[in-house]
């Protein structure tokens, strides 16, 4: 029998506890880098775009990378990708404490952790939550990628702290061994999706997992104009929305808007991204998907106009950071939902690494090019205007989805 809404949360909440951990430990490298990058720069003598530079690695082999691993986790499941993935990204971690005065030995510790964060991309979570949660499916997944929000609140904090008290080097081995310590029991005895319910038990049965092989086979997905319409829109709407949120703060700068108060008002972004990631799940449980997806994607579109219309007004300001933080955590659940049902099941974490690979793609494009029009022309204001019709066709990729399939189980 199909389980309530209620008795999904009762059942499997464990599963979205473990989850979250391993979504705000998959962040920890992001949050964590412009905490370490005036230490390192007065030690080694590095610039910034050395330093950050690693990030950039992460993005380059995250898309390559990405539907090699979705295709793994459809074999093998998330829990047996997730497990050497935590105890990887934790021992990368600590292990950027190595570096030299080199910044070839620096690039060479982040293609580490670029590796381990194959093992920890969105797949990983939305794969295990969606084969259990059907009903809920929406918040379940909403709540397991407030796992960013986590991160990216507790992370700075907790490094400044190891940093002063430590050093850098001391900061990087303590972020590793404390998330190890943290993390890794959580997901040994609690991470565990369908597929493994079903192979340890062995009173299983389809029924415990209603889902699982359902869905469309690599060959339909891959025919589908959906699942065009869906990469392409994972692609824009990160480009737009990392863009945006990367150079906040100098673009608020630039309109006049003191720079204390810009990183005030960029604080706001992510409280704003959960409580829109949480609004989004919600909804995408109760209303028809691709319309609630077309509004989140669409977002930018309204804060982009209200910083052209009043550059330097700091309250027309705070209502388009406050717009584009419910952006920033409604679009990402919006595009994961979307594809979980329109791709089901079965083939679902091979099928969704391919888009994973447009949002990161997306993800590192975006900062590039709003710096490059800032380059080119003096100011933020040209990529303002070129939000608007980017966000304009990623809606229109959603809003013309269509409705869900209705998938047929079929053998594995």
């Known amino acids: 029998m199909a389980l309530t809404a209620r008795q999904e949360w009762r059942t499997h909440w464990p599963l979205v506890l473990a989850a979250t951990l391993g979504v705000a430990l998959g962040s920890i490298h992001v949050y964590s880098t412009g905490i370490f990058i005036e230490p390192l720069e007065r030690e080694f003598g590095w ?13 380059v082999i995250g898309v390559f990378g990405a539907p090699l691993f979705g295709y793994l986790v459809n074999r093998l499941g998330s829990r047996r990708i997730a497990l050497p993935g935590t105890v990887f990204l934790c021992a990368s971690i600590a292990v950027l404490s190595l570096a030299t005065s080199s910044i070839w030995s620096w690039w060479g510790l982040w293609v580490l952790v ?47 702290y190891l940093i002063e008290h430590f050093g850098w080097r001391g900061a990087y081995l303590g972020l590793g061994l404390g998330a190890a310590v943290l993390v890794v029991p959580t997901m040994w005895f609690l991470f565990f999706d369908a597929r493994d319910r079903l192979r340890l038990s062995p009173a299983g049965t389809k029924a415990t997992a209603p889902a699982m092989l359902t869905g469309w086979s690599m060959a339909e997905g891959f025919r589908a104009r959906q699942f065009y319409q869906l990469w392409a829109a994972a692609l824009i709407t990160t480009l737009i929305v990392v863009g945006f949120v990367v150079h906040l703060v100098p673009l608020l700068g630039d309109a006049g808007i003191s720079r204390a108060t810009a990183v005030s008002l960029a604080g706001m972004v992510g409280i704003m991204s959960i409580i829109g990631r949480l609004t989004v799940g919600y909804l995408m449980d109760r209303l028809p998907g691709p319309p609630v997806g077309t509004i ?19 309250p027309a300001a705070v209502v388009a950071v406050a717009v584009l933080g419910l952006s920033v955590g409604g679009e990402y659940d919006a ?12 083939n ?46 990623a809606g229109l990729m959603i809003a013309t989805l269509g409705k869900y399939p209705r998938h047929v189980e079929r053998p594995g």
Do not use: Q
């Not at 381990?116 to 990628?145: D, E, I, Q, Y």
């Not at 989140?296 to 700091?314: D, E, K, M, W």
């Not at 994961?336 to 089901?344: A, N």
């Open 296 to 314: 989140s994607v669409s977002l930018p579109i309204v804060a982009a106009l209200i910083l052209l219309a009043f550059p330097g007004s700091v």
């Open 114 to 160: 670029a590796l381990s964060t194959l093992f920890m991309k969105p797949t990983v979570w939305s794969t295990a939550v969606s084969s259990v949660f059907n009903k809920s499916r929406g918040l379940a997944l909403a709540v397991v990628l407030s796992g960013t929000g986590l991160g990216s609140a507790l992370t700075p904090i907790v490094a400044n």
């Open 348 to 393: 679902f974490a091979a099928l969704f690494g391919w888009i994973a690979s447009g949002l990161l793609a997306g993800m590192g494009l975006g900062p590039v090019l709003a710096g490059w029009i800032h380059d080119r022309w003096g100011s933020y204001e040209m990529f303002l205007v070129a939000v608007i019709p980017m966000g304009l066709l």
């Open 47 to 59: 610039s910034r775009a050395e330093i950050s530079a690693g990030l950039s690695l992460v993005s």
């Open 335 to 346: 595009i994961i939902y979307l594809c979980s049902r329109f791709f089901g099941m079965r």
